[in-house]
């Protein structure tokens, strides 16, 4: 049970630990803490993150995982941070938004590798399954105007 649920959270934790200041710079932090930033539910936000993270320009991330959506077969996911302030302090909460689900036929299943952009800010990755021959796919994801 706890490898599967380390499994399906994603956490920053350790030397890794990053932090995205409001004026769109990074810096490293946290060297022995960790923050979980979404934990998924195994269901239609996705299931099993897989590969590597990359951030946009606005600090937002995204990334693939191997299993969940819609279909079962993974999605590729956004996800988008905010502060959110009470009684005078401030807390960045993270949230995700599926931009893609794999059904598992020509357009692929269970991607396994880490998104890259192109100058236009599409998403690129591989599949382990799916497409013409059941041997995977390498596949693009138009990403939403924000």
Not at 20 to 27: I, K, R
């Amino acid at each position: 049970m706890r490898n599967t649920r380390l499994r399906q959270t994603l956490i920053i934790a350790s030397a890794v630990a990053i932090m995205s200041l409001a004026g769109g710079g990074l810096v490293l932090a946290g060297f022995s803490n960790e923050s979980v930033l979404y934990s998924f539910t195994g269901g239609s936000d996705g299931a099993n993150p897989q590969g590597g993270l990359v951030f946009d320009a606005k600090g937002n991330l995204y990334g693939t995982t191997n299993g969940g959506g819609a279909d079962g077969n993974g999605t590729v996911f956004e996800l988008t941070h905010m502060l959110k302030f009470k009684d005078g302090r401030s807390t960045e909460v993270w949230s995700e938004d599926v931009l893609y689900t794999f059904t598992g036929g020509s357009d692929g299943a269970n991607p396994q590798g880490g998104l890259i952009f192109d100058a236009k800010g599409n998403l690129y990755d591989t599949t382990w399954g799916g497409g013409a021959y059941s041997g995977g796919l390498i596949t693009a994801t138009a990403r939403r105007s924000s």
